[in-house]
């Protein structure tokens, strides 16, 4: 499978504690998103990388989520110190960058994540 | 911020009747996408509209993108319980890689 693929798919955890999830984009592609979807709502970006470079996150990104691609390739989230509020389906994409497909972005599974 | 507001929120139609989801902008896109997400699943990448007045066809489903780039549209002729799922439009805003999406709309098909 050459998909986007992302791990843990599930993660429980308890209020105040750190998790991190993993993504790993579409071999050579060089742009890399994450976001968070909530019941109900469309997929909420949090953060974009260019290769290694983070070169967009959303202002409703708090302080408590890190993001990192260190060699341009797969991607880690961190949420430090999880709130109830965290609790969600993350979601990884990633895409080419080049050509006439350059935008169009290719989920993963998701992680979701719950808060206890 | 760029708002993408997409109407109806859920359509139930009768498996064989047409569907209608609408998407408008507050402010004017780069290019739109359409994606679908099945129950359970993610949202799977259907197509992009960049031009101005642009309208795709695949198979059943047609997209428009509006004159002013700031509205589009995806109607899907005679349904089939294939197309379950929830339909969203997501654009870009000018010089942005922050793709936003809308909230959806949930289409069930009763057979």
């Known amino acids: 499978d050459t998909g986007v693929s992302q791990n843990p798919r599930h993660k429980i955890t308890k209020r105040g504690q750190n998790v991190t999830f993993r993504c790993d984009p579409i071999?050579?592609?060089?742009?890399l998103y994450w976001y968070r979807q909530t019941l109900g709502q469309g997929p909420e970006f949090l953060t974009y990388f260019q290769n290694e470079a983070q070169l967009e996150k959303s202002r409703l990104l708090s302080d408590r989520f890190s993001a990192e691609r260190p060699k341009g390739s797969f991607s880690t989230l961190e949420i430090q110190r999880t709130e109830q509020g965290d609790s969600a389906m993350y979601l990884c994409?990633?895409?080419?960058?080049?050509?006439?497909?350059?935008?169009?972005?290719?989920f993963g599974p998701g992680t979701r994540l719950t808060v206890l | 911020g760029q708002q993408v507001m997409q109407i109806p929120q859920y359509q139930h139609v009768q498996e064989g009747e047409d569907f209608t989801t609408y998407c408008n902008s507050s402010?004017?896109?780069?290019?739109i996408q359409w994606y679908k997400q099945r129950p359970g699943g993610h949202p799977v990448f259907l197509i992009q509209l960049v031009k101005s007045g642009e309208v795709k066809k695949q198979k059943r489903l047609t997209f428009q993108f509006g004159e002013a780039k700031k509205n589009s549209s995806l109607h899907i002729t005679a349904t089939q319980t294939t197309d379950v799922g929830t339909y969203f439009c997501?654009?870009?805003?000018?010089?942005?890689?922050?793709?936003?999406f809308g909230k959806g709309t949930k289409l069930s098909v009763i057979p």
């Open positions: 402010t004017t896109l780069s290019n």
């Open positions: 997501a654009g870009y805003g000018a010089g942005s890689y922050q793709l936003t």
């Open positions: 071999s050579e592609h060089n742009r």
């Open positions: 994409a990633s895409s080419s960058g080049q050509g006439a497909s350059a935008d169009t972005q290719y």
